[in-house]
């Protein structure tokens, strides 16, 4: 090998050397923690999203761009003192392909931004506050966004308010559809969390928990909602399109100024809701029965100060309704509705032990 040859062997024998030894130093600084001082360590965001961990956050406002992470990061705030918000208007703040915690910051859509966090893998939100999303003729108005199946929700200690926007007046269709929170994930832990003001008469939920529907049943969520506080929302406070959930020790209030179509749609089976009270306005019922089966509603305090039916149904069976304090506006008129393709013999197996009095 003359020498020529073997200067070019060292030269590769070199590079090579470089560069397994710069892999170990790529890994430790990709899963380091990038910190947010001021507007321009944003940049530094942006150029390297997927190279941290942890994105910490100083007190301060910061106009972020639309942010995509295809990696397992904690975004970390310094309580109510900081403040992200769009730089410019967009459909989707943040945008999580693999896990995601948001802990300790205010999420501010500025009515520039249409959904606050879009995910499809684990997503846990902490002591924050989501605000301000707008829905457009394109995207409806979502504070949080869930998409896969074989992911979970826990949202602890925040509060989601002011969600609305655009309503183009067709029902059933999803611009309009706005919502505190829809997930699709097939675990949810929702607890002592505020929604306040989320608005939308055609469509409008403070939470959507919606799974797959199997053999014609809505599949199970796992869920449990407890500890939270429901302050005038649009079409309803909670629609379950899903099955085995627990909502229990929440609060309702809703202004007879502005009442809402029902308070809660169940459509799936196994769902309890107990020890809740409601102070609340509605021009359909309390709650509606959709299909829903084998569900447990007790233990609950309802006061209905405008709307005269405690129950809509469509379809039931095997429901228990048992130990709730009703007050109504006319406690002597028929406390529950019928669609007109629905037998009311489909209600008569409700276990209906309750108090029923005229609200004082």
């Known amino acids: 090998m003359d020498l020529k040859i073997q200067r070019k062997m060292k030269i590769i024998q070199k590079c ?7 892999f170990p130093f790529k890994e430790a600084f990709s899963s380091g923690t990038l910190y947010i001082n001021s507007q321009s360590d944003v940049h530094k965001l942006s150029r390297n999203i997927n190279q941290y961990s942890q994105i910490k956050f100083a007190a301060g406002t910061f106009l972020l761009p639309e942010l995509v992470f295809y990696r397992q990061v904690l975004l970390v705030g310094s309580g109510s003192s900081t403040i992200l ?5 967009t459909t989707y703040m943040i945008i999580a392909r693999k896990p995601l915690v948001l802990k300790n910051l205010v999420l501010d859509g500025n009515h520039q931004a249409s959904v606050g966090l879009y995910a499809n893998q684990d997503l846990e939100v ?26 979970s929700l826990r949202v602890n200690n925040t509060t989601i308010r002011n969600i609305g926007g655009y309503e183009d007046g067709k029902g059933g269709n999803a611009i309009g ?14 607890s002592n969390s505020t929604f306040d003001n989320i608005q939308g008469k055609e469509d409008g939920d403070a939470i959507h928990l919606q799974t797959k529907r199997v ?13 939270c506080r429901f302050i005038n929302f ?6 379950l399109q899903s099955s085995h959930n627990l909502i229990q020790n929440c609060d309702f209030v809703q202004s007879a100024a502005a009442p809402a179509s029902v308070v809660i749609s169940l459509y799936g089976e196994n769902n309890t809701i107990k020890n809740n009270d409601f102070k609340v306005a509605v021009t359909v019922s309390w709650i509606s029965l959709n299909g829903a089966a084998i569900n447990t509603i007790s233990g ?12 809509y149904v469509t379809k039931t069976r095997n429901t228990q309704i048992v130990n709730n304090q009703f007050e109504v506006q006319d406690s002597k008129k028929p406390l529950t509705g019928f669609s007109p393709n629905t037998e009311k013999a489909d209600f008569n197996n409700l276990n209906l032990n309750n108090t029923v009095s005229p609200i004082k």
């Not at 599949?219 to 500890?227: D, G, L, T």
């Not at 609950?300 to 129950?311: A, E, I, P, Y």
């Open 300 to 311: 609950n305090t309802v006061k209905m100060s405008k709307g005269s039916k405690l129950f």
């Open 177 to 190: 559809a706005h919502r505190g929170i829809h997930s699709l994930s097939k675990y949810n832990r929702i």
């Open 85 to 89: 918000k769009p730089a410019s208007p």
């Open 234 to 239: 649009g079409k309803r406070a909670i629609k």
């Open 126 to 151: 902490e002591s924050c506050t989501l605000q301000n999303f707008k829905g457009t003729a394109k995207a409806a108005g979502r504070a949080i966004r869930t998409l896969g199946y074989n992911s």
């Open 215 to 227: 053999a014609g049943k809505w599949a199970s969520a796992n869920s449990v909602i407890e500890h």
């Open 16 to 22: 090579l050397l470089l560069c397994v030894l710069a």
